[in-house]
């Protein structure tokens, strides 16, 4: 038996003095108020047991009075009448021969002193008592407004520790740990991991991978051996997203049950995906601490990053909708997304006022929203040689400052926005020749440079307020809604002494951007890292938009951003249309595949319009028009990735939430391996209700592939929802490189 009450459940088989003693919070909490009371049971598996409800999911979790907590169930919703303590033990295995008497329990927080083999939770070092092999036993469990915090000690190690673990507002499981040190002497911890069990029967793995310009490559194998992904660049770097997806044997887009996890942090990390001889299949991560980084102090504490996890039974659409879910929550978008002109591949260092002007009304005259000035416009940079750290305005290129350029945007009706890249320094700059000593390097050795820059030492007092003070000024004096937060090079021998201090770095930049977003609340910040290297939801709570790809190229980025949008909106996905000719890779692209391919993010322009034809720029305008009539049900809305039956073409459709409202991009990739392109179908509409459908854009038709088009194009159609989505609607034939845009609209009677 159990009891309910505000979306929780509890039953218990420990003793009434054991509740009074260890659980006093909770006791308290569900003996307040009307219907609010714990029902405790007795039987054999001598538990507790705790269940949260949120969304369409269940949480049980289990807690012995000896030993860490234990994940029972986390999936699909249950009944409400579920009997916790039967669920538990219909899951308890068989002893085998020629193992330990008691194998060790698959818990939360793996204890390596009851006999867990493999990695376990927390791993520490002290000189006067055992740290490295900790037992924990029960205090206490509080229940919070979504989820439980746990709390455990081990007196011999004298350590306690707090799991913090529940169901979000969006469906999307987070946990946390936070340990102290209560003993005396000093403990350096090596490792603080969070740990998910997840179903034996999930045996295929999806990990990310990539480069410069080519973020978020999937690879896709059998999960039958362990997984360890391990960055060490002071950032999420190209290739090494902080995720991974595990799922059934032939898990899709729309079909099987899946799990995806993500460690919420923009530093160093850890992932591993394991298995245990006795069938047990876990994920751990965990912020990776470099050698004696982490020290803890009689009283000190540290904390891992949010773990996030979802889980869908119905393929990795649904579960990206979780995250999407909960990335919305977090960002509190209060405005649609602006179309973006970005100067960078306009003029590169080449700051003329004239010239930035004259680019400014061309963007204005097609609709851009904002205007974003790039690299080059502070004291003395010209090139990527020099300068950064001296966050002045360039008085030889601005003598009159910002503000003209900045009335003028204005003038304009754009908002204006400034780049910067305050966590680095070039060793030729006023900044570095006065304070040699505030660089992130090891002063024993010679510094290693990147990009021609060094990193600037954030966790050192005095750097980190001249950086603050240098920004405070710049946004006082100067009305910025919008910064391009740049960081352009990985960390070696990152520290200021001799301890290391990446760990530091990374707390001290979410500091700062804390602190700036709370002097400016209606500035806007974006995360960009020689594009997408530094992607996640940690640095999600204080920017609004990812630069996922330094890489403009139409093709590249239709690969890029899918993969991307396992965890993201597309309203956080930078997304830019660029020149004729890629800078990144020399393909030409029509307009159309340029801006469709755009449009499936955040919408912007990085090119010089002043080079654009009078064609082309009608052709913008249009798309950025479509763009603004699409961007509430592509930013609002649920989003699918639709794969072709042949894998040469690709679909992302976005439905608003009332159903009523949809728009698809359609992009032939390469050429299909049938005459005809394949059947589109658009899921999730109304089956009953009439939808008309609009095509809004395309590529330029081929006669070289087709000798006609399909009937229904070029005419009004009118389907049902069932038709749409379980028929379909055929296309024509594309060049490869090509895409159509269409929207579905309800037909109101």
């Not at 004259?358 to 904002?370: N, P, Q, S």
Request: a negative charge; aromatic letters at 10%; proline letters at 5%.
């Amino acid at each position: 038996m159990a009891a309910y009450c505000g979306g929780f459940y509890r039953g218990g088989v420990a003793s009434r003095d054991f509740i009074l003693r260890y659980a006093t919070p909770l006791y308290r909490w569900f003996n307040t108020g009307c219907d609010k009371r714990l029902t405790m049971m007795k039987n054999e598996s001598h538990m507790n047991f705790y269940r949260q409800d949120q969304q369409d999911k269940t949480l049980v979790i289990a807690c012995p009075q000896d030993g860490a907590p234990e994940l029972v169930y986390w999936g699909d919703a249950l009944p409400t009448a579920t009997s916790l303590g039967n669920l538990y033990l219909a899951q308890q295995m068989a002893v085998p021969q020629a193992m330990l008497d008691q194998p060790a329990t698959m818990s939360l927080v793996p204890e390596a002193g009851r006999g867990w083999l493999q990695s376990p939770a927390v791993e520490a070092s002290s000189t006067g008592r055992p740290v490295w092999s900790a037992c924990w036993s029960l205090v206490a469990v509080e229940e919070q407004t979504l989820g439980f915090s746990i709390y455990l000690d081990d007196k011999v190690a004298a350590l306690s520790l707090v799991l913090e673990i529940g169901l979000l507002s969006s469906g999307v499981l987070q946990q946390k740990l936070t340990l102290t040190n209560q003993g005396e002497d000093d403990v350096t911890v090596q490792r603080l991991a969070c740990t998910l069990p997840v179903m034996s029967h999930l045996t295929e793995r999806l990990s990310f991978y990539g480069r410069w310009c080519q973020e978020f490559q999937q690879e896709r194998s059998d999960w039958q051996s362990t997984w360890l992904q391990e960055n060490r660049s002071g950032r999420n770097s190209h290739g090494n997203f902080p995720s991974v997806i595990v799922g059934e044997k032939g898990f899709g887009e729309q079909q099987g049950d899946v799990v995806g996890a993500h460690l919420a942090w923009s530093g160093n990390h850890r992932l591993k995906a394991d298995y245990t001889i006795e069938g047990h299949r876990y994920l751990q991560a965990e912020a990776l601490y470099l050698p004696s980084e982490i020290v803890l102090s009689k009283g000190e504490s540290v904390s891992t990053p949010d773990f996030l996890a979802s889980h869908s039974t119905a393929g990795l659409n649904l579960m990206s909708q979780y995250f999407h879910q909960e990335a919305r929550q977090r960002l509190q978008i209060k405005k649609p997304r602006l179309v973006h002109l970005n100067t960078w591949e306009a003029f590169y260092f080449d700051h003329d006022v004239v010239q930035l002007k004259a680019l400014a009304k061309e963007a204005a005259d097609v609709g851009v929203e904002r205007y974003i000035l790039d690299d080059g416009w502070f004291r003395g940079r010209n090139d990527d040689t020099s300068a950064l750290g001296d966050w002045f305005v360039d008085q030889a290129k601005y003598p009159d400052g910002l503000m003209p350029l900045i009335d003028y945007v204005k003038g304009l009706g754009m908002e204006f926005g400034l780049w910067f890249e305050p966590e680095m320094v070039n060793p030729d700059s006023d900044l570095f020749r006065a304070h040699p000593d505030w660089v992130l390097q090891l002063p024993q050795y010679n510094a290693v440079l990147g990009r021609n820059q060094l990193v600037l030492n954030l966790a050192k007092p005095e750097a980190y307020h001249y950086i603050r003070e240098r920004l405070f000024s710049l946004f006082n004096d100067y009305p910025i809604d919008y910064v391009k937060w740049d960081m352009n090079r990985d960390y070696t021998q990152p520290s200021g002494d001799i301890a290391p201090q990446a760990h530091a770095q990374i707390e001290a930049l979410y500091r700062l951007l804390g602190e700036l977003n709370q002097a400016f609340p209606n500035m806007e910040i974006e995360s960009c890292s020689s594009g997408g290297a530094r992607v996640d939801f940690g640095i999600l709570q204080f920017t609004k938009r990812f630069w996922a790809s330094d890489c403009n190229d139409a093709l590249e980025r239709q690969g890029i951003q899918r993969g991307f949008s396992y965890y993201f909106p597309p309203e956080v996905m930078g997304s830019h249309i660029g020149p004729d000719q890629s800078h990144t890779t020399s393909r030409i692209h029509d307009v159309a595949f340029r801006a469709g391919t755009a449009m499936l993010g955040h919408l912007g322009i990085e090119w010089n319009l002043l080079t654009a034809n009078a064609e082309q720029k009608v052709t913008i305008a249009r798309w950025l028009s479509h763009y603004k009539a699409c961007r509430e049900v592509l930013h609002e809305g649920n989003n699918w990735r639709l794969p072709s039956a042949d894998g040469r073409a690709q679909t992302q459709w976005a439905l608003s939430q009332d159903k009523l409202k949809g728009v698809a991009v359609y992009s032939q990739l390469s050429m299909p391996k049938q005459a005809q392109t394949l059947l589109v179908r658009l899921p999730n509409l109304l089956p009953d209700q009439l939808y008309r459908i609009e095509v809004l854009e395309h590529s330029p038709l081929p006669s070289h592939l087709m000798k006609a088009l399909p009937k229904w194009w070029g005419k009004p159609l009118i389907l049902n929802g069932a038709s749409l989505s379980q028929i379909g609607l055929q296309l024509p034939i594309l060049d490869p490189e090509s895409l159509i845009l269409l929207t579905v609209q309800a037909v109101v009677s």
